[in-house]
T-cell receptor, first 112, second 110 residues
Framework: DGGITQSPKYLFRKEGQNVTLSCEQN?????MYWYRQDPGQGLRLIYY???????QKGDIAEGYSVSREKKESFPLTVTSAQKNPTAFYLC???????????FGNGTRLTVT | GQQVMQIPQYQHVQEGEDFTTYCNSS?????IQWYKQRPGGHPVFLIQ?????EVKKQKRLTFQFGEAKKNSSLHITATQTTDVGTYFC??????????FGTGTSLTVIP
């Protein structure tokens, strides 16, 4: 969606390195989410934040960390503790509890 | 934990044929949303269903929410090549988290 920027589109890293994925939004949405997408497994929630300086773990938070210092930004760090980091990562925002999720274009991370 | 199952995982149809994907939750949902993801793209919101037994239509697409609010379906009449993509349901529970189904990948053969 326009208004959500994920960068870069493709990212390559060596095993053992931490890497940070960027997600910036100008939609003024309070809630932001990180999902991981693997073939045949749909979207799985990593972390979410409903307000600045607060965030909660999703179903697969192990090996990931986030921060929410500004409303516009919700970066995701994939640490070396994440066993299978190669995946497509999607950031989403939400205006209110029953509103649709708006997704960025995603970052495809490959770790070798 | 919360699970949302979606079937089938893949569907190939001839252009003009109908298509249906089904979503089933292990628990009662507050609402359910449907998304479409084109190949190489990101999920895009299609519709939200909130009420028990609700039916909504968007042109050739018909969405239903089950009476028990545990299942939902998306039916496309007379598919076109523009319908190609993966269709996801996302169920929201009382804890305000969305749980995505595994998706149904639709291929339309011209």
């Amino acid at each position: 969606d326009g208004g959500i920027t994920q960068s870069p589109k493709y990212l390559f890293r060596k095993e053992g390195q931490n890497v940070t994925l960027s997600c910036e939004q100008n939609l003024n949405h309070d809630a932001m989410y990180w999902y991981r997408q693997d073939p045949g497994q749909g979207l799985r929630l990593i972390y979410y934040s409903q307000i600045v300086n607060d965030f909660q773990k999703g179903d697969i938070a192990e090996g990931y960390s986030v921060s929410r210092e500004k409303k516009e930004s919700f970066p995701l760090t994939v640490t070396s503790a994440q066993k299978n980091p190669t995946a497509f990562y999607l950031c989403a925002t939400q205006q209110g509890e029953i509103s649709p999720l708006h997704f960025g274009n995603g970052t495809r991370l490959t770790v070798t | 934990g919360q699970q949302v199952m979606q079937i089938p995982q893949y569907q190939h149809v001839q252009e003009g044929e109908d298509f249906t994907t089904y979503c089933n939750s292990s628990t009662t949902l507050s609402n359910i949303q449907w998304y479409k993801q084109r190949p190489g793209g990101h999920p895009v919101f299609l519709i939200q269903l909130v009420k028990s037994g609700e039916v909504k239509k968007q042109k050739r697409l018909t969405f239903q929410f089950g009476e028990a609010k545990k299942n939902s379906s998306l039916h496309i009449t007379a598919t076109q090549t523009t319908d190609v993509g993966t269709y996801f349901c996302a169920g929201r529970n009382t804890g305000n988290q969305f749980y995505f189904g595994t998706g149904t990948s639709l291929t339309v053969i011209p």
